[in-house]
């Protein structure tokens, strides 16, 4: 089992950076965040698997920046924000698992509790 701690929400200006921190109890392998605006679905806005590359939703690619330390700490640098990046966003993990299978659409069993970006116009 694994516990995940989102921090570092909050209100902005637009145009404004905010950076997202998810503590993890024990080791990820695939760490993502995700994000839930109100009305709308859940969407996958950027994942990383260890040792590799983020992938990103093309409404944030070039804006937010996934990263991960020692393998438990996984942060969300995200500038140049817009209204419409208002959200809950969740980081969320998963155990040992293929590359292949971290992605924007993977299944991720662990979730974090959600941290609220608001950005105004």
């Known amino acids: ?59 944030v690619n070039g804006r937010f920046t996934i990263s991960q330390q020692y393998n438990k700490n996984t942060y969300l640098q995200m500038n140049s924000l817009k209204p419409e990046d208002t959200a809950i966003y969740y980081c969320a993990a998963t155990g040992l698992i293929s590359g292949q299978y971290c992605t924007l659409d993977g299944h991720f069993p662990y979730w974090g509790q959600g941290t609220q970006v608001t950005v105004a116009s």
């Open 1 to 59: 089992q694994v516990q995940l701690v989102e921090s570092g929400g909050g209100s902005v200006q637009a145009g404004g950076s905010l950076r997202l921190s998810c503590a993890a109890s024990t080791n990820t392998y695939c760490v993502g965040w995700f994000r839930q605006a109100p009305g709308k679905e859940r969407e996958g806005v950027a994942v990383l698997f260890v040792g590799g590359n983020g992938m990103y939703h093309a409404s």
